[in-house]
């Protein structure tokens, strides 16, 4: 085996982002849906809409993790500007200082590429309807991201993004949630709604918009809902589809119901049903096919959005492969017996904080992430996710292209591998160690 200094696990669908997901799917998919709806477009417009900026967060690999890959370890500062493209919309790019080049949603590069959009012709192309959708994603994006980015070690300081500082930064939700700024999050649906309106103008549709203030309560009850189980329901009053998988996506508490076997969402064209269940929704992980920006990248960064290579040694595999097996199929009172042959000298206790996170994010309900901190005889195993050997796998959101179950690439004298859970889509796991697999620090990281 060669020797590992530094091993990275990334956990994140999102959308997830390293640089995606502020705003989580409940506002990026189910919101933009219903405002859509509501602007007068029919069911099979509305989601040609809503999916694109939903998959603009979603998926392995997609930009949110581009940004660690390319940026942070290739250290490759092109990610950084598809990364402003898409998710920070400061006025200046990079490189600068974050203080130099803060997110503003009254900078006019922030409605640019939803402007850009709207006078194209043929607004009844899907394809154009698709991009119209990408582009809300960064106009809504600059609301939730408005702020100072915060610096991570293992990134350049004068490219990197992350949820803004007085957010918490990359160790917090709180830029996620609408509940935690109704005001905010009510000015960017105002402001998605009369984007929306703009862009439907030159269209005949059969329905007539309504007038927003006919919308500002049903929007501030949204913009409220603090759980899954109150986005769901306000889905669910208003007719919008999916409503169990687009609050499954969220950091939310559960606040009632778990949400762990509700399925996920189905982001393929066409109208999603108020009832059925999708069996198998590979677009929403994978993002087939063809999923890339409607913007302008470099071809090498192209590539590795559509097709991640995976070229570690056999050994390096193996080892990846060993302890994401141990981690995800062990009982959560026995990770550390589980995980010592993969962490070199250090003996670790069940109230260690390496293995505090690593169980915390095997938790059911994301939204309460202080319960892993209980005492092991505390520990309850129904509220975890505890795969066996033959299905560990599929706990695991494949890499996009090569399905494989993690990224993993020999670099230099590292190993370096991102995988991503499927029950905690909106985090990166950075765990760091020595070459005799002693793990140095780990950082639970919410870069979007």
């Known amino acids: 085996m060669k020797p590992i200094k530094l091993i990275v696990f990334g956990l994140a669908l999102a959308a997830a982002s390293f640089c995606a997901h502020a705003y989580e799917s409940d506002l990026h998919y189910g919101l933009t849906y219903w405002l859509a709806t509501q602007a ?3 069911p099979l417009q509305s989601q040609e809409i809503a999916r694109q900026n939903e998959l603009t967060d979603t998926g392995m690999l997609d930009a949110k993790h581009a940004i660690i890959w390319d940026l942070c370890i290739l250290q490759d500062t092109r990610a950084s500007l598809l990364t402003r493209a898409l998710h920070f919309r400061a006025k200046r790019e990079p490189p600068a200082s974050p203080a130099e080049r803060p997110v503003n949603s009254t900078a006019r590069y922030a409605m640019g590429q939803s402007n850009s959009m709207i006078v194209e012709p043929h607004h009844e192309d899907p394809d154009l309807q698709s991009k119209f959708g990408q582009a809300l994603h960064g106009w809504q994006d600059s609301f939730s991201h408005a702020g100072v980015s915060n610096t991570f070690f293992l990134c350049p300081d004068n490219w990197i993004w992350s949820h803004p500082v007085d957010k918490g930064s990359v160790f917090s939700h709180a830029a996620d949630q609408t509940w935690m700024d109704v005001k905010k999050c009510t000015m960017a649906a105002s ?27 049903p929007v501030d009850a949204f913009c409220r809902a603090s759980t899954k189980v109150q986005k769901a329901d306000w889905f669910k009053a208003e007719r919008v589809p999916q409503a169990e998988a687009i609050a499954k996506n969220t950091s939310l508490d559960d606040g009632g119901h778990s949400f762990f076997k509700a399925p996920r969402i189905d982001l393929r064209r066409g109208v999603p049903s108020l009832n059925a269940v999708p069996a198998n929704v590979p677009e929403y992980e994978q993002q087939e096919p063809g999923w ?21 040694s056999p050994q390096a595999q193996a080892y990846a492969r060993g302890f994401l097996k141990a981690w995800l199929t062990a009982p959560p009172d026995q990770l550390p017996e589980a995980l010592a042959p993969f962490l070199g000298k250090r003996v670790l206790s069940q109230d260690d904080e390496l293995i505090t996170r690593l169980r915390r994010l095997r938790l059911k309900d994301q939204g309460h992430p202080e319960a892993a901190n209980a005492k092991s005889g505390r520990i309850n195993p129904d509220d975890y996710v505890t795969l066996n050997g033959d299905n560990w796998t599929t706990g695991l959101i494949p890499v996009r ?9 020999d670099w230099g004298h590292e190993i370096l591998v991102i995988a991503i859970l499927r029950n905690a889509p909106n985090e990166v796991l950075m765990v760091v160690t020595t070459q005799d697999f002693e793990p140095k620090a780990i950082s639970s990281l919410i870069f979007h």
């Not at 998605?192 to 919308?215: E, H, I, N, S, V």
């Not at 990248?297 to 995976?310: G, H």
């Not at 292209?401 to 993690?406: D, L, P, R, V």
């Open 401 to 409: 292209g090569s399905k494989a179950e993690a990224l993993v690439t």
């Open 40 to 42: 007068g477009f029919d």
């Open 191 to 217: 402001s998605t709604y009369d984007l929306l309106l703009r862009y439907r103008a030159p269209l005949t549709l059969g329905t007539q918009p309504k007038d927003w203030k006919d919308l500002v309560a």
């Open 292 to 312: 890339l920006p409607a913007i302008e990248m470099d071809e090498k960064l192209q590539a590795l959005l559509m097709n991640p290579q995976t070229n570690a």
